[in-house]
């Protein structure tokens, strides 16, 4: 059968559509009806009916706006079909169901990219609203900020995909019931409560960017879909100092992406990365945001990891890195931010500046605690003080156990040759 004018490319330009607009239709559509199911459900239809036409018409020249227009009117035709009369439902919506009319939302294209801005960070906010429960909110946000599917979080959460389903029904039906609007807090203090929670449901969406499991070891859409909010968060709030330092830490970290994988796709460690392959404008403009926060003279966490990124990303080789300022960094976080994550990326840290055997004694408290056992990252910085110590036969069982815990492929696949050159 031959294809239509659309034909593979449309199908190919559907996909790239739903990675790219369906957090932006969400949004939008959420802001009106005040219901994420509903929004939800007109994002699908509106993505179905896509399917049809840009296969049979081809891809219109702003899909974004396309896909979002439909969206807006299938919701409308879906409370006319209804009778939803619903209070917590936008007033336009339901004045239009009554006159028979089913209008695109009142956006000017050129106005698009603002307002759309507005409404995604207005869901987002609504994602970690405190009346819902903090470990459902990361969820929320993968779900319909991101648009990462209920399968693909349950595996990031290490759950049932049913389990995970039911949490996501519940938050939405929370949402609802208790009224939540899908815009900014006007009041300050309101903003600055929620705020905390936002910015790490940004950075656990940046991370989940670099997966940890699955066969993409770098997911960049997240990556920028993270940036991306970072920027708006830090334009809405621009005197707050963890704001702006979480926006200076991922643009650091992903300043570095592109020599995170050889030419076969196999991971690179920091040691062995191809530092001309780092992306200049990131890290100076990464830079001038750390500066910036670190000006107003309140520290806080991102700034703290942001100011470690920096170092990586100005220093000539991996030898020359100033690790000892590095481990000083990673001190001061602890004592900020307790954690034995931040314990083991300490214990390299002092690995490298003064000995394997100094690092092994920061480490030695966590692997004694069994409270990481399952982190892969512990046993891989194991492995490497174990080496650096001169210990070849325990670091082999170390970076052994690491590949066992890891779910990515291509970092199982380096674990294990690491673990065969200590053989």
Not at 24 to 51: N, Y
Not at 310 to 324: I, Q
Request: proline content about 5%; glycine content about 8%.
């Amino acid at each position: 059968m031959a294809a239509g004018p659309g034909g593979l490319a449309g199908a190919t330009r559907l996909e790239r559509a739903f990675r790219e607009e369906w957090g932006a239709v969400v949004a939008t559509l959420a802001r009106r009806p005040g219901d994420l199911q509903a929004a939800e459900d007109a994002a699908a239809d509106a993505f179905a009916a896509a399917s049809v036409a840009w296969a049979r018409d081809g891809v219109p020249p702003n899909p974004g706006a396309w896909l979002t227009v439909t969206a807006w009117r299938k919701a409308v035709d879906a409370y006319r079909v209804s009778g939803s009369r619903s209070t917590s439902v936008d007033p336009l919506i339901l004045g239009e169901v009554a006159a028979g009319r089913a209008p695109a939302p009142d956006l000017a294209e050129a106005d698009m990219t603002e307002t759309l801005g507005d409404d995604r960070l207005g869901l987002i906010f609504a994602c970690c609203h405190p009346a819902l429960a903090e470990e459902v909110r990361v969820a929320l946000a993968l779900r319909f900020v991101t648009g990462l599917t209920t399968r693909e979080i349950a595996a990031a959460f290490v759950v049932p995909e049913p389990t995970l389903a039911q949490r996501l029904v519940r938050a939405k039906r929370k949402i609802r019931e208790s009224g939540i609007r899908f815009t900014l807090p006007s009041d300050q203090k309101r903003l600055a409560e929620r705020l905390r929670s936002v910015l790490a449901v940004v950075y656990l969406v940046f991370n989940e960017g670099f997966a940890s499991g699955g066969e993409s070891l770098i997911r960049a859409d997240l990556c920028d879909e993270a940036i991306w909010l970072g920027r708006l968060l830090h334009r809405l709030l621009p005197g707050d100092a963890e704001t702006a330092g979480l926006l200076a830490l991922m643009l650091l970290h992903h300043a570095r992406a592109a020599a995170r994988l050889d030419s076969a796709g196999r991971p690179v460690l920091l040691a062995g990365q191809d530092r001309t392959r780092w992306d200049q404008s990131r890290i100076a403009e990464g830079t001038r945001v750390l500066d910036e926060a670190l000006a107003l003279r309140s520290p806080g966490p991102y700034q703290l990891q942001a100011a470690i990124a920096a170092l990586h990303s100005h220093a000539a080789s991996f030898e020359e890195t100033d690790w000892p300022q590095i481990a000083l960094l990673y001190g001061a976080l602890g004592r900020l931010a307790p954690s034995p994550v931040v314990e083991v990326n300490r214990s390299v840290a002092v690995g490298m500046a003064d000995g394997g055997l100094a690092g092994l004694a920061v480490l030695s408290p966590v692997l004694a605690s069994g409270a990481l056992d399952s982190y892969g990252p512990l046993h891989a910085a194991h492995g490497f003080l174990l080496e650096k110590a001169g210990q070849p036969e325990q670091a082999g069982a170390a970076w052994a156990r690491a590949a066992e815990m890891s779910g990515n492929p291509a970092v199982r696949d380096e674990l294990l040759r690491r673990h065969g050159d200590t053989l």
